[in-house]
C-alpha cells in the first residue's frame, strides 16, 4: 500500500495554509501554524525547515518573523512539496539511481516501474497548492492526459499529448 509520510502530510497542510494567507504578506511563526493547524509544533517546525532549505518557504527572524510562501501557490505543486519533504518520488527502490539490486540487468519489469514512476510524478508536478485548495464535488471529474512517446533520445522520454480521458472521482 502507498501512503503519503507523516511529514508530507504534515508539510502540505502546512503549505496549503500559507498558500491561503499568501496575499496577507505577513510571516507566520512555526507556533501560530502549528496553533492554527492543530499539529504538533516539533514536527511542524522540521517540516517548515526543510520546505525553506528547497527554497518553497522564505524564513525570517525578529520580532515580524516566521515563515511565507516564496512564489504563489499557483507556481508551486505538489511534486515539488513532496521532493522538498522526501527527496525523490520513487515507488521503488530499485528506480533509485545507485540501487544495489542483484536483478537489474535481469528485470523484466523495472522499465514498466519507472514509466509508472514517472506518471505518478508529472501528476503529482501538475497539480498546483492552488488547484489543491479548490474543494471538488461529488460530481468532479479529474483530467488524466494519456501522452505518447515521442523521438526519445537514449534514457530519454519526451512527450505529446494524444488524448484525455475523465475519470470519475470517488468522494469517500
Known amino acids: 500500500m502507498f501512503r503519503m ?4 502530510d504534515y508539510g502540505l497542510r502546512l503549505v496549503l495554509t500559507l498558500s491561503q494567507r499568501h496575499l496577507d504578506g505577513e510571516n507566520y511563526s ?9 499539529l504538533p509544533r516539533p514536527v511542524v517546525s522540521k517540516a517548515l525547515k526543510m520546505l525553506a532549505k528547497e527554497q ?5 527572524r525578529g520580532v515580524n518573523g516566521g515563515y511565507r510562501l516564496l512564489k504563489g501557490p499557483e507556481k ?18 530499485c528506480l533509485e539511481a545507485d540501487s544495489d539490486c542483484a536483478n537489474i540487468e535481469k528485470c ?5 516501474w519507472e514509466k509508472i514512476n514517472r506518471s505518478i510524478g508529472n501528476v503529482l508536478d501538475s497539480v ?10 461529488g460530481d468532479a471529474f479529474v483530467q488524466i ?13 519526451r512527450y505529446s499529448i494524444s488524448k484525455v ?8
Open 5 to 8: 509520510s507523516k511529514i508530507s
Open 145 to 157: 492526459e494519456e501522452r505518447k512517446q515521442t523521438e526519445p533520445a537514449e534514457g530519454e522520454f
Open 128 to 137: 498546483s497548492l492552488a488547484n489543491l485548495m479548490t474543494p471538488l464535488s
Open 76 to 93: 508551486i505543486s505538489v511534486g515539488e512539496v513532496l521532493r522538498a519533504l522526501e527527496g525523490p518520488i520513487l515507488i521503488k527502490g
Open 108 to 112: 523484466t519489469v523495472r522499465f514498466n
Open 56 to 60: 518553497i518557504l522564505g524564513s525570517e
Open 30 to 38: 512555526a507556533r501560530d501554524l502549528a496553533r492554527i493547524t492543530d
Open 165 to 172: 480521458r475523465q475519470l470519475r472521482v470517488d468522494p469517500r
